[in-house]
């Protein structure tokens, strides 16, 4: 961009001034700072301008702060030594016609770029299948295994290359069965400490496809005691990519209904997680995590093209919420999402099944029934790419409106 600063110009006319402020901001949004002084419409000629939101918002704040977003990096002193016209606003000190400085103001753009930027038309690269293996875990460990080989080779047969398991694949599901099924996963565990992380990086590796391993209780080895509910996801190289471990821990006392408290024994992750694939970006949530709009949103800025959630939402908060929410997230950031369920279960934790594949316009693409299936979706980058010229709210945003939503804001009785 070419650089403004001190930039000064004499007898601006009305006309000009419009059309440095447009070249000043491709937001169409510009703040004008200035001491207690606000600027209207300029002229009648210039309304067109206004309709056509060139320039959606012109004010000037006495104070810059008010407007932290903002900053000074690009700006534009603009000299005035006469003002042709009346329509303007402008301090009048009694002295006539004086030399007047205005700064333009900008988004900081480091936090504030073009929504266009932000949110890209379609980060889906490319086509590609995805398969959600539905099944139940039993107590036999390596039993659960064997399954998720099985399911997972019949999901590569019908040539699934994303390849998703339920949440707490391998173990039953409840606080009393975390410790006792929890592997430790240092950056490079032996095979002793985790069966399951070997397991699943054969079978990314035999089967050249990107697998996302569910979850697993996981054993925090620096602090004994401590355990997470982990993610393992590995490439088709068989390498393993990252984990996530489930930030949003399922904490409910609904009267009557259901009482649950994973944080009686599992701790909370801290991190949104990525995964740049050959397709495209993918960010993963497991199961509670869904609930928790502002997380989806942050990972489809980052630009996820799909948001998977391995989850094992039982059968009243599923009958509830489960469609509803995935469908949301999807309507929400338009974005791809796939929810993995285990089968449900006739004794122990019932989960709710129903695992599902929604398209970016919140449509439900393919759904399992409650018993053992794959459910598979063929993701195409159209779908997205329409979506968001069609519904353009990734450039409709008012984050300047929004501010920082982690601030508690009090409001007046």
């Known amino acids: 961009m070419v650089p403004l600063r001190g930039l ?14 447009a070249f000043l901001e491709p937001l169409s ?13 300029l002229t009648r000629s210039n309304a067109a301008l206004w309709r056509n939101q060139c320039i959606k918002q012109a004010f000037i704040d006495s104070n810059p702060e008010n407007c932290p977003q903002w900053n000074r990096a690009e700006e534009l002193e603009l000299v005035i030594d006469t003002w042709p016209h009346n329509d303007i606003d402008w301090p009048d000190d009694g002295s006539g016609p004086v030399r007047k ?21 379609c980060t889906l690269r490319q086509k590609v299948k995805v398969a959600l293996c539905q099944f139940a875990a039993g107590t036999n460990k390596q039993a659960n295994l064997n399954k998720a080989s099985e399911l997972v080779g019949q999901a590569v047969k ?10 707490c694949f391998n173990s039953p599901y409840g606080t009393s069965h975390f410790a006792n099924y929890a592997e430790a996963i240092p950056e490079h ?22 697998l996302f391993g569910g979850s697993i209780p996981e054993a925090d080895l620096e602090d004994p005691g401590k355990y997470y509910n982990t993610c393992l996801i590995f490439g088709p190289d068989g390498n393993f990519i990252t984990k996530h471990r ?38 993963v949530g497991i199961c509670y995590d869904i609930r928790f709009a502002e997380m989806a949103m942050v990972a489809a800025r980052r630009g996820a093209a799909l948001l998977l959630y391995p989850g094992a939402f039982s059968k009243f908060t599923g009958e509830m919420h489960w469609e509803l929410l995935a469908r949301a997230r999807a309507v929400d950031n338009q974005i791809f999402v796939g929810v993995c369920s285990p089968a449900r279960a006739e004794e122990g934790y019932v989960a709710w099944g129903e695992s ?44 300047e409106v929004y501010g920082d939503m982690m601030k508690v804001v009090p409001t007046e009785v």
Do not use: W
């Open 29 to 41: 949004i510009i703040t004008l700072h200035h001491t207690c002084t606000r600027l209207r419409a």
């Open 189 to 210: 565990p032996t095979e002793e400490q985790s069966p399951t992380f070997h397991h699943l990086s054969s079978l990314a590796l035999q089967h050249k496809i990107y």
């Open 246 to 283: 489930k930030v949003h821990l399922f904490d409910i006392d609904i009267p009557n209904e259901m009482t649950f408290k994973e944080s009686d024994v599992l701790s909370p992750g801290k991190h949104i997680t990525m995964v740049n694939t050959t397709y495209g970006p993918v960010a």
């Open 8 to 21: 000064q110009l004499l007898s601006l006319p009305d006309e000009l001034l419009l059309q440095i402020v």
């Open 101 to 121: 400085v205005v700064t333009f103001f900008k988004p900081l753009r480091a936090q504030y770029r073009t929504m266009s930027e932000i949110y890209p038309a």
């Open 158 to 167: 019908n040539d699934a290359k994303i390849v998703v398991l339920p949440e």
């Open 356 to 399: 599902m594949l929604v398209d970016c316009k919140g449509r439900v693409m393919s759904k399992a029934g409650t018993g053992e299936e794959i459910v598979y979706a063929e993701l195409d980058p159209e779908n997205m790419e329409n979506t968001r010229t069609h519904i353009p709210i990734r450039t409709q945003r008012r984050m």
